[in-house]
């Protein structure tokens, strides 16, 4: 069993900051690439951020230079570090990852609950 949990959103003003973590554990044999989406009411959920076992990201335009992906690969933890958030900011963040459990020979995308960030203006 393979479990993803969240943490660290919450209410933060325009041009705050929030840090969230996700933790993967488990019958984990290795973890590839770890993302962080998000999604509002209505709409698709979206990519923000990816991270490689190697340390290689990618962003979305909309949060360049204002978030950061990192990840301890020792810990199974990715971290996205948001500063200057904006009231679109505003969304459930979910944290993504492709592991390679120790009973399954091939590599599944597990998902977390999903952790709410507001910013108010």
């Known amino acids: 069993q393979v479990q993803l949990v969240e943490s660290g959103g919450g209410l933060v003003q325009a041009g705050g900051s929030l840090r ?3 933790v993967a554990s488990g019958s984990i ?10 999604q ?8 923000v951020a990816s991270i490689t ?22 810990k199974n933890t990715v971290y996205l570090q948001m500063n200057s958030l904006k009231p679109g900011d505003t969304a459930v963040y979910y944290c993504n990852a492709r592991i390679r459990p120790r009973t399954i020979p091939l590599p599944h995308d ?11 203006s």
Do not use: H
């Not at 597990?110 to 108010?120: A, D, F, I, L, N």
């Open 29 to 38: 044999f290795s973890i590839d690439a770890m993302s962080w989406y998000l």
């Open 40 to 47: 509002v009411p209505g709409k698709q959920r979206e990519l």
């Open 110 to 120: 597990y998902w977390g609950q999903g952790t709410q960030v507001t910013v108010s």
């Open 53 to 74: 076992s190697y340390g290689s990201t990618n962003y979305a335009d909309s949060v360049k230079g204002r978030f950061t992906i990192s990840r301890d690969n020792a």
């Open 20 to 22: 969230l973590s996700c």
